[in-house]
């Protein structure tokens, strides 16, 4: 499915992303590709699925911000309004659906704790979803990683 131009572009753009007004042009010229050609092929491996998404990750905590990961007990026919509620807030970073009980899983980041907690409490409002757990990290055991291709 993916070629070796391909492997060596998410090499590049999963820790070496620059940070610039034409970034698929700077990693074109590393690596001797076209612009449009790193687009084109990067337009594909998203369409296809191997690319997720492209985005900066930040410490939360290095920015003097507050991060926790919920779960939620969601039965069937409230999931699709559920999600909706959730991704509504723009910290909401992460959301899966797991097989569990707590069966929707996502990470909430915030300039503090309490407005989480306001958020966690409207999104139960506005749901009726009653069991929302709030399980802060008490310690960070990754901060980065990569997949040499």
Same mark, same amino acid.
């Given at each position: 499915?993916?070629?070796?131009?391909?492997?060596?572009?998410?090499? &590049?753009?999963?820790?070496?992303?620059?940070?610039?007004?034409?970034?698929?042009?700077?990693?074109?010229? %590393?690596?001797?590709?076209?612009?449009?050609?790193?687009? &084109?092929?990067?337009? %594909?491996?998203?369409?296809?699925?191997?690319?997720?998404?492209?985005?900066?990750?930040?410490?939360? %905590?290095?920015?003097?911000?507050?991060?926790?990961?919920?779960?939620?007990?969601?039965?069937? &026919?409230?999931?699709?309004?559920?999600?909706?509620?959730?991704?509504?807030?723009?910290?909401?970073?992460?959301?899966?659906?797991?097989?569990?009980?707590?069966?929707?899983?996502?990470?909430?980041?915030?300039?503090?704790?309490?407005?989480?907690?306001?958020?966690? %409490?409207?999104?139960?409002?506005?749901?009726?979803?009653?069991?929302?757990?709030?399980?802060?990290?008490?310690?960070?055991?990754?901060?980065?990683?990569?997949?040499?291709?």
């Amino acid at each position: 499915m993916i070629d070796d131009t391909d492997k060596k572009i998410l090499n &590049e753009i999963q820790s070496f992303f620059p940070v610039a007004s034409r970034p698929f042009l700077e990693i074109g010229m %590393r690596l001797d590709l076209s612009e449009d050609e790193v687009l &084109e092929r990067i337009k %594909r491996m998203k369409s296809n699925g191997i690319i997720r998404r492209i985005g900066g990750n930040f410490n939360s %905590r290095g920015l003097n911000f507050t991060s926790t990961l919920c779960a939620a007990k969601v039965p069937e &026919e409230k999931l699709d309004h559920f999600v909706e509620a959730v991704n509504r807030y723009p910290g909401v970073t992460h959301n899966y659906l797991r097989n569990h009980a707590y069966n929707v899983w996502f990470t909430f980041i915030a300039e503090d704790m309490a407005f989480i907690d306001s958020a966690l %409490r409207d999104i139960s409002i506005e749901t009726g979803v009653k069991e929302i757990l709030n399980l802060p990290a008490v310690r960070t055991f990754k901060i980065k990683v990569d997949f040499a291709l």
